[in-house]
Protein backbone atom coordinates (compact mmCIF):
# COMPACT_ATOMS: atom_id res chain seq x y z
CA UNK A 1 0.00 0.00 0.00
CA UNK A 2 1.35 3.37 -0.51
CA UNK A 3 0.05 6.02 0.57
CA UNK A 4 -3.16 5.59 2.99
CA UNK A 5 -6.33 7.98 2.41
CA UNK A 6 -6.56 7.00 6.29
CA UNK A 7 -4.72 6.06 9.15
CA UNK A 8 -6.83 4.91 11.99
CA UNK A 9 -5.45 4.91 15.78
CA UNK A 10 -7.00 2.16 17.37
CA UNK A 11 -7.63 -1.81 17.19
CA UNK A 12 -10.74 -1.73 19.37
CA UNK A 13 -14.39 -2.23 18.73
CA UNK A 14 -14.51 1.69 17.38
CA UNK A 15 -11.28 1.74 15.50
CA UNK A 16 -12.08 -1.79 13.97
CA UNK A 17 -15.58 -0.74 12.51
CA UNK A 18 -14.65 2.69 11.24
CA UNK A 19 -11.78 1.23 9.35
CA UNK A 20 -14.53 -0.94 7.72
CA UNK A 21 -16.44 1.19 6.96
CA UNK A 22 -13.90 3.57 5.44
CA UNK A 23 -12.33 0.62 3.38
CA UNK A 24 -14.59 0.05 1.37
CA UNK A 25 -13.69 2.77 -0.88
CA UNK A 26 -10.39 4.36 0.28
CA UNK A 27 -6.58 2.26 1.40
CA UNK A 28 -7.16 2.37 5.14
CA UNK A 29 -4.12 1.16 7.70
CA UNK A 30 -5.33 0.28 11.64
CA UNK A 31 -2.69 0.87 13.66
CA UNK A 32 -2.83 -0.75 17.27
CA UNK A 33 -0.11 -0.13 20.58
CA UNK A 34 -0.88 -3.84 21.80
CA UNK A 35 0.49 -6.84 20.61
CA UNK A 36 -3.47 -7.85 20.07
CA UNK A 37 -6.12 -5.60 18.74
CA UNK A 38 -8.89 -4.69 21.27
CA UNK A 39 -7.44 -5.72 24.88
CA UNK A 40 -8.67 -3.15 27.00
CA UNK A 41 -12.40 -2.19 27.07
CA UNK A 42 -13.65 -4.80 23.69
CA UNK A 43 -12.20 -7.65 25.40
CA UNK A 44 -13.67 -6.43 29.23
CA UNK A 45 -17.43 -5.87 28.08
CA UNK A 46 -20.60 -6.96 29.56
CA UNK A 47 -21.67 -7.29 25.49
CA UNK A 48 -25.48 -6.21 25.32
CA UNK A 49 -27.47 -4.51 23.11
CA UNK A 50 -30.05 -2.60 24.93
CA UNK A 51 -32.69 -0.78 23.88
CA UNK A 52 -33.62 2.37 25.20
CA UNK A 53 -29.87 2.45 26.89
CA UNK A 54 -27.90 5.57 27.39
CA UNK A 55 -28.85 9.35 26.43
CA UNK A 56 -31.24 9.90 23.90
CA UNK A 57 -28.99 10.33 20.43
CA UNK A 58 -26.69 7.36 21.68
CA UNK A 59 -30.51 5.47 22.12
CA UNK A 60 -31.05 6.34 18.54
CA UNK A 61 -27.87 4.80 17.34
CA UNK A 62 -28.87 1.62 19.41
CA UNK A 63 -31.96 1.30 17.62
CA UNK A 64 -30.05 1.60 14.24
CA UNK A 65 -27.58 -0.96 14.69
CA UNK A 66 -30.30 -3.50 15.65
CA UNK A 67 -31.07 -4.23 11.74
CA UNK A 68 -27.18 -3.66 11.10
CA UNK A 69 -26.13 -6.40 13.57
CA UNK A 70 -28.25 -9.18 11.19
CA UNK A 71 -27.12 -7.47 8.01
CA UNK A 72 -23.09 -7.79 9.08
CA UNK A 73 -23.47 -11.89 9.72
CA UNK A 74 -23.63 -12.42 5.92
CA UNK A 75 -21.53 -9.40 4.95
CA UNK A 76 -18.77 -10.25 7.59
CA UNK A 77 -19.36 -14.11 7.94
CA UNK A 78 -19.82 -14.13 11.34
CA UNK A 79 -22.14 -16.23 13.45
CA UNK A 80 -25.26 -14.50 14.77
CA UNK A 81 -23.94 -11.60 16.22
CA UNK A 82 -27.23 -10.97 18.49
CA UNK A 83 -28.17 -13.71 21.36
CA UNK A 84 -31.77 -13.04 22.87
CA UNK A 85 -31.74 -11.87 26.34
CA UNK A 86 -34.75 -10.35 27.98
CA UNK A 87 -33.12 -7.17 30.43
CA UNK A 88 -35.31 -6.69 33.74
CA UNK A 89 -35.01 -3.43 35.64
CA UNK A 90 -36.33 -3.95 39.35
CA UNK A 91 -36.43 -1.86 42.22
CA UNK A 92 -36.57 -2.43 45.81
CA UNK A 93 -36.80 0.89 47.61
CA UNK A 94 -38.20 4.41 47.10
CA UNK A 95 -34.85 5.62 45.38
CA UNK A 96 -35.02 2.83 42.87
CA UNK A 97 -38.41 3.45 42.45
CA UNK A 98 -38.33 6.90 41.41
CA UNK A 99 -35.03 6.38 38.96
CA UNK A 100 -37.34 3.34 37.40
CA UNK A 101 -40.57 5.49 36.68
CA UNK A 102 -38.00 8.37 35.36
CA UNK A 103 -36.16 5.57 33.21
CA UNK A 104 -39.74 4.39 31.74
CA UNK A 105 -41.52 8.17 31.53
CA UNK A 106 -37.80 9.31 29.43
CA UNK A 107 -38.32 6.43 26.81
CA UNK A 108 -42.41 5.90 26.41
CA UNK A 109 -43.09 5.31 23.02
CA UNK A 110 -39.54 5.05 21.57
CA UNK A 111 -38.19 1.96 20.16
CA UNK A 112 -37.58 -1.50 22.24
CA UNK A 113 -38.87 0.88 25.34
CA UNK A 114 -38.90 -0.80 28.80
CA UNK A 115 -42.34 -1.85 29.88
CA UNK A 116 -43.75 -2.39 33.50
CA UNK A 117 -44.17 -5.42 34.64
CA UNK A 118 -45.16 -7.43 37.87
CA UNK A 119 -42.61 -7.78 40.39
CA UNK A 120 -43.87 -11.13 40.29
CA UNK A 121 -43.44 -12.01 36.93
CA UNK A 122 -40.06 -10.85 36.72
CA UNK A 123 -39.22 -13.13 39.81
CA UNK A 124 -40.94 -15.91 37.52
CA UNK A 125 -38.97 -15.11 34.33
CA UNK A 126 -35.54 -15.10 36.53
CA UNK A 127 -36.03 -17.70 39.62
CA UNK A 128 -32.55 -16.29 40.69
CA UNK A 129 -34.01 -13.43 42.36
CA UNK A 130 -35.55 -13.32 45.89
CA UNK A 131 -38.90 -12.64 46.36
CA UNK A 132 -39.74 -8.75 47.54
CA UNK A 133 -39.39 -6.27 44.81
CA UNK A 134 -41.47 -3.35 44.85
CA UNK A 135 -41.39 -2.45 40.78
CA UNK A 136 -40.26 -3.84 37.80
CA UNK A 137 -40.11 -3.32 33.82
CA UNK A 138 -38.62 -5.39 30.81
CA UNK A 139 -36.89 -5.14 27.49
CA UNK A 140 -38.27 -7.96 25.74
CA UNK A 141 -36.35 -7.36 22.57
CA UNK A 142 -32.91 -6.97 23.85
CA UNK A 143 -29.63 -9.05 23.72
CA UNK A 144 -26.03 -10.00 24.23
CA UNK A 145 -23.88 -9.85 21.49
CA UNK A 146 -21.20 -12.30 20.31
CA UNK A 147 -18.43 -9.28 20.59
CA UNK A 148 -15.46 -11.50 19.40
CA UNK A 149 -17.18 -12.35 16.51
CA UNK A 150 -18.05 -8.84 16.11
CA UNK A 151 -14.98 -7.52 16.35
CA UNK A 152 -12.53 -10.04 14.57
CA UNK A 153 -15.46 -10.21 11.37
CA UNK A 154 -15.09 -6.32 11.00
CA UNK A 155 -10.64 -6.92 11.23
CA UNK A 156 -11.31 -9.45 8.52
CA UNK A 157 -13.41 -7.48 6.60
CA UNK A 158 -11.15 -4.88 6.66
CA UNK A 159 -8.51 -6.93 5.78
CA UNK A 160 -10.60 -8.67 2.62
CA UNK A 161 -11.52 -4.65 1.46
CA UNK A 162 -7.36 -4.49 1.17
CA UNK A 163 -6.95 -2.64 4.68
CA UNK A 164 -4.07 -3.46 6.92
CA UNK A 165 -3.35 -4.50 10.28
CA UNK A 166 -0.38 -3.42 12.27
CA UNK A 167 -0.71 -4.64 15.81
CA UNK A 168 2.16 -3.59 18.46
CA UNK A 169 2.78 -0.44 16.15
CA UNK A 170 2.02 2.64 18.89
CA UNK A 171 1.64 6.11 17.17
CA UNK A 172 3.81 7.86 19.04
CA UNK A 173 4.48 10.98 17.30
CA UNK A 174 1.91 13.04 15.06
CA UNK A 175 2.72 16.23 12.99
CA UNK A 176 1.20 17.99 10.35
CA UNK A 177 2.17 18.17 6.81
CA UNK A 178 1.66 20.73 3.83
CA UNK A 179 -0.71 17.99 2.54
CA UNK A 180 -2.07 16.29 5.68
CA UNK A 181 -0.26 14.44 8.65
CA UNK A 182 2.32 12.54 9.67
CA UNK A 183 2.52 9.03 12.04
CA UNK A 184 5.26 7.94 13.34
CA UNK A 185 4.94 4.32 14.92
CA UNK A 186 7.18 2.79 17.34
CA UNK A 187 10.09 1.08 15.22
CA UNK A 188 10.59 3.68 13.23
CA UNK A 189 8.15 3.08 10.71
CA UNK A 190 6.40 6.74 9.02
CA UNK A 191 2.83 7.20 7.33
CA UNK A 192 1.69 9.95 6.02
CA UNK A 193 -1.89 10.20 5.38
CA UNK A 194 -4.93 12.93 4.92
CA UNK A 195 -7.29 11.90 7.34
CA UNK A 196 -6.01 10.18 11.13
CA UNK A 197 -8.99 8.79 12.91
CA UNK A 198 -8.23 9.14 16.73
CA UNK A 199 -10.64 6.01 17.99
CA UNK A 200 -7.77 4.66 20.76
CA UNK A 201 -10.59 4.32 23.50
CA UNK A 202 -9.70 5.74 27.01
CA UNK A 203 -6.50 7.27 25.09
CA UNK A 204 -8.16 9.35 22.53
CA UNK A 205 -6.94 12.87 24.38
CA UNK A 206 -3.22 11.43 24.61
CA UNK A 207 -3.20 10.56 21.02
CA UNK A 208 -4.51 14.26 20.50
CA UNK A 209 -1.81 15.57 22.84
CA UNK A 210 0.68 13.81 20.46
CA UNK A 211 -0.36 15.63 17.98
CA UNK A 212 -1.11 19.21 19.16
CA UNK A 213 -4.66 18.60 19.06
CA UNK A 214 -7.13 20.40 21.23
CA UNK A 215 -8.60 17.72 23.69
CA UNK A 216 -12.03 16.98 24.16
CA UNK A 217 -11.95 16.55 27.95
CA UNK A 218 -11.89 12.64 27.51
CA UNK A 219 -12.64 10.62 31.42
CA UNK A 220 -12.31 7.10 31.87
CA UNK A 221 -13.77 5.13 34.12
CA UNK A 222 -13.53 1.96 35.55
CA UNK A 223 -16.42 -0.85 35.63
CA UNK A 224 -15.47 -3.80 37.87
CA UNK A 225 -16.83 -7.48 37.01
CA UNK A 226 -17.08 -10.52 38.99
CA UNK A 227 -17.73 -13.95 37.90
CA UNK A 228 -19.00 -15.89 40.81
CA UNK A 229 -19.37 -19.90 41.70
CA UNK A 230 -23.43 -20.75 42.18
CA UNK A 231 -24.34 -23.19 44.40
CA UNK A 232 -27.52 -24.07 43.11
CA UNK A 233 -27.24 -23.61 39.10
CA UNK A 234 -30.55 -24.62 38.61
CA UNK A 235 -31.86 -21.35 40.07
CA UNK A 236 -29.94 -19.87 36.88
CA UNK A 237 -33.29 -21.95 34.58
CA UNK A 238 -36.03 -19.76 33.75
CA UNK A 239 -38.58 -20.20 31.18
CA UNK A 240 -36.48 -18.57 28.34
CA UNK A 241 -33.19 -19.72 26.78
CA UNK A 242 -31.18 -17.33 28.77
CA UNK A 243 -31.97 -16.40 32.16
CA UNK A 244 -32.50 -12.09 31.91
CA UNK A 245 -30.46 -9.78 32.53
CA UNK A 246 -30.84 -8.26 36.02
CA UNK A 247 -29.65 -4.10 36.74
CA UNK A 248 -31.04 -3.03 39.90
CA UNK A 249 -32.48 0.43 38.90
CA UNK A 250 -30.84 2.38 41.06
CA UNK A 251 -27.15 1.36 39.18
CA UNK A 252 -26.47 -0.32 42.80
CA UNK A 253 -25.85 -3.79 40.75
CA UNK A 254 -26.56 -5.78 38.04
CA UNK A 255 -25.86 -9.87 36.88
CA UNK A 256 -26.27 -12.22 34.49
CA UNK A 257 -26.09 -15.87 34.48
CA UNK A 258 -22.66 -17.37 32.59
CA UNK A 259 -22.99 -20.66 32.24
CA UNK A 260 -23.46 -22.15 35.72
CA UNK A 261 -22.25 -19.47 37.10
CA UNK A 262 -23.13 -15.58 37.54
CA UNK A 263 -21.70 -12.49 36.31
CA UNK A 264 -22.35 -9.54 38.41
CA UNK A 265 -20.94 -5.55 38.41
CA UNK A 266 -21.59 -3.04 41.58
CA UNK A 267 -22.50 -0.86 38.05
CA UNK A 268 -19.13 1.54 39.57
CA UNK A 269 -18.15 4.61 37.62
CA UNK A 270 -14.55 5.31 39.11
CA UNK A 271 -12.26 8.18 37.44
CA UNK A 272 -9.53 6.45 36.28
CA UNK A 273 -6.11 7.29 34.18
CA UNK A 274 -5.95 5.22 30.72
CA UNK A 275 -4.05 2.42 31.44
CA UNK A 276 -4.55 -1.77 31.94
CA UNK A 277 -7.30 -1.29 34.41
CA UNK A 278 -7.36 -3.71 37.53
CA UNK A 279 -10.69 -4.73 39.60
CA UNK A 280 -10.26 -2.93 42.87
CA UNK A 281 -11.21 -6.01 45.88
CA UNK A 282 -13.15 -3.82 47.33
CA UNK A 283 -15.45 -3.43 44.40
CA UNK A 284 -15.50 -7.10 43.81
CA UNK A 285 -17.01 -7.67 47.61
CA UNK A 286 -19.41 -5.18 47.17
CA UNK A 287 -21.05 -6.87 43.44
CA UNK A 288 -20.84 -9.98 45.51
CA UNK A 289 -22.63 -8.28 48.43
CA UNK A 290 -25.16 -6.51 46.85
CA UNK A 291 -26.06 -9.44 44.54
CA UNK A 292 -26.21 -11.90 46.97
CA UNK A 293 -28.51 -9.67 49.41
CA UNK A 294 -30.83 -9.55 46.05
CA UNK A 295 -30.35 -13.44 45.12
CA UNK A 296 -29.83 -15.55 48.06
CA UNK A 297 -27.95 -17.65 45.85
CA UNK A 298 -25.44 -18.10 48.76
CA UNK A 299 -22.85 -16.80 46.69
CA UNK A 300 -19.16 -17.11 48.21
CA UNK A 301 -16.62 -17.94 45.69
CA UNK A 302 -15.27 -15.71 43.02
CA UNK A 303 -13.90 -16.96 40.13
CA UNK A 304 -11.99 -14.23 38.66
CA UNK A 305 -13.05 -10.43 37.80
CA UNK A 306 -11.48 -7.69 35.52
CA UNK A 307 -11.83 -4.47 35.01
CA UNK A 308 -12.67 -2.51 32.00
CA UNK A 309 -12.64 0.96 30.97
CA UNK A 310 -15.90 3.39 29.64
CA UNK A 311 -14.80 6.66 28.64
CA UNK A 312 -17.11 9.84 28.50
CA UNK A 313 -17.30 13.27 27.47
CA UNK A 314 -18.98 15.76 30.00
CA UNK A 315 -22.13 15.37 27.80
CA UNK A 316 -22.23 11.35 27.84
CA UNK A 317 -22.45 11.66 24.14
CA UNK A 318 -19.73 10.01 21.72
CA UNK A 319 -17.34 12.74 19.88
CA UNK A 320 -17.66 12.01 15.87
CA UNK A 321 -15.53 15.00 13.63
CA UNK A 322 -12.53 17.43 14.02
CA UNK A 323 -11.78 20.92 15.63
CA UNK A 324 -12.36 23.79 12.85
CA UNK A 325 -8.61 24.12 13.85
CA UNK A 326 -7.25 20.39 13.12
CA UNK A 327 -8.85 19.37 9.59
CA UNK A 328 -7.94 15.82 8.83
CA UNK A 329 -7.32 14.73 12.76
CA UNK A 330 -10.64 13.23 13.58
CA UNK A 331 -12.25 12.07 16.80
CA UNK A 332 -14.18 8.67 17.12
CA UNK A 333 -14.74 8.66 20.87
CA UNK A 334 -16.48 9.01 24.08
CA UNK A 335 -18.87 5.69 23.55
CA UNK A 336 -19.22 5.12 27.02
CA UNK A 337 -20.61 1.96 28.07
CA UNK A 338 -22.24 1.91 24.69
CA UNK A 339 -19.32 1.23 22.22
CA UNK A 340 -20.19 -2.19 21.46
CA UNK A 341 -24.24 -2.00 21.08
CA UNK A 342 -23.89 0.99 18.80
CA UNK A 343 -20.83 0.45 16.58
CA UNK A 344 -22.92 -0.67 13.57
CA UNK A 345 -24.21 2.59 13.41
CA UNK A 346 -21.58 4.97 15.03
CA UNK A 347 -19.03 3.61 12.53
CA UNK A 348 -21.38 3.61 9.56
CA UNK A 349 -22.03 7.27 10.37
CA UNK A 350 -18.79 7.90 11.15
CA UNK A 351 -17.56 6.64 8.12
CA UNK A 352 -20.04 9.06 6.37
CA UNK A 353 -18.69 12.50 8.16
CA UNK A 354 -15.61 11.99 8.00
CA UNK A 355 -15.34 11.76 3.93
CA UNK A 356 -18.35 14.34 3.82
CA UNK A 357 -21.28 12.16 2.48
CA UNK A 358 -24.62 12.23 4.00
CA UNK A 359 -25.32 9.39 6.69
CA UNK A 360 -27.45 6.70 5.59
CA UNK A 361 -31.32 7.10 5.87
CA UNK A 362 -30.96 5.10 8.93
CA UNK A 363 -28.50 7.32 10.69
CA UNK A 364 -28.68 10.59 12.44
CA UNK A 365 -28.52 13.34 9.00
CA UNK A 366 -27.27 15.74 11.20
CA UNK A 367 -23.28 15.63 10.20
CA UNK A 368 -22.49 17.90 13.00
CA UNK A 369 -24.64 16.10 15.65
CA UNK A 370 -21.27 14.68 17.59
CA UNK A 371 -18.74 16.92 16.47
CA UNK A 372 -16.40 18.30 19.09
CA UNK A 373 -17.86 21.82 20.28
CA UNK A 374 -16.55 23.70 23.97
CA UNK A 375 -20.04 23.74 24.99
CA UNK A 376 -20.19 19.77 24.83
CA UNK A 377 -17.22 19.47 27.64
CA UNK A 378 -17.53 21.91 29.70
CA UNK A 379 -20.91 21.05 31.35
Given at each position: ???P??V?????????S?A????????????????V????S??RS???????H??????????????????????????PL???????F?????EAE???????A???????????ID?A?????C??????W???????????V??D????G?????R??G???R??????????????????L????????????D??????D?????????????????????????P?P??????????????????????K???D????????????E?????????????????V????????R?V??????????V???????????D??????????????IE?S??????A???????Q?????P???????????????
Amino acid sequence: MGMPDAVVIGGGIAGASVAYELAADRAVVLVEAEPVAGRHSTARSAATWVPGHGVADVRALIAASGPRFARLVDELGTPPLLLPRQVLFVAGDDEAERRLAEYLAEREGGPGAAERIDPAEAERLCPALAPGWLRAAAVVDAADVDTDALHQGYLRGLRARGGEVRVSAPAERIERTGSGWRVHLGGGAVLDTPLVVDAAGAWADVVARRAGVTEVGLVPHRRTIAVVRVPDPARLRGPAERLPFVIEAADRFYFKADGDDLMCSPVDESPAEPGDAKPDPLDVALALERVEEATRLGLRSVRTSWAGLRSFVADRRPVVGSWPDAPGFAFVAGQGGSGIETSPALSAYAAAVLTGRQPAADLPQDVALFAPAEARFRM
